[in-house]
């Protein structure tokens, strides 16, 4: 990402906080067939003390990212959203993007099949808990099993990142404060996000 000291995130507990709240992660390789994209959830792993995510790949993907083999980029796409320009003073004609992204990197190590099985039963227990009559793969445990083996666990942890979270840092308060009440109807976590940075 383009260097922008205004806006950079260099605390960890930050980026955790990113990743918890926007687990789509796109996953990138560069393999020696080329650059390889896939699209995946991912968890901060709670019990490691460095940052470190945990996620899957469905066969054969684990193949076509040479999974660790190499170093692998985790994009983490948080809030964001178009800034309009008329939001600005009178004279303020440029608009912008507002948005939060970290870039993770490192080299995932393959998990093994029990591994592999308990990082599935995590992931699914984690989003399932926000669904009324949410459902467990302990329910039939014989079966989920079976299916955990069309997909490889991975754990990654992250040997460096960059992230940004660009909120209007570098506006005036009554501007940020229009941005706010513009971005509250449209998109409520950015203007949250804005809000909290300022």
Known sequence: ???????????????????????W??????????????????????????????????????RNHELGQHEMLVIIQGAHDYISASWYEPGDLVPTWDH??????????????????????????HFERHYEGGRSLSENE??????????????MRVTRFDARAKLSQTKSADVVNRIITELDSRNPTLAAEIRRAH
């Open 142 to 155: 014989a079966q989920s099993r079976h299916e955990a083996t069309g997909a490889i666990g991975l754990r």
């Open 1 to 23: 990402m383009r260097y922008t000291p205004p806006y950079m995130m260099t605390d960890p507990e930050e980026v955790k906080r990113l990743i918890r709240a926007y687990p």
């Open 100 to 125: 939060m992204t970290a870039h993770l990197y490192g080299v995932p190590e393959v998990l093994s099949d029990e591994e592999n099985y308990q990082m599935l039963a995590a992931l699914t227990d």
């Open 25 to 62: 992660a796109t996953f990138v390789s560069h393999t020696k067939k080329g650059l390889v994209a896939s699209h995946y959830p991912v968890l901060v792993d709670e019990s490691a003390e460095e940052l470190t995510i945990v996620s899957h790949f469905g066969r054969p993907d684990d």
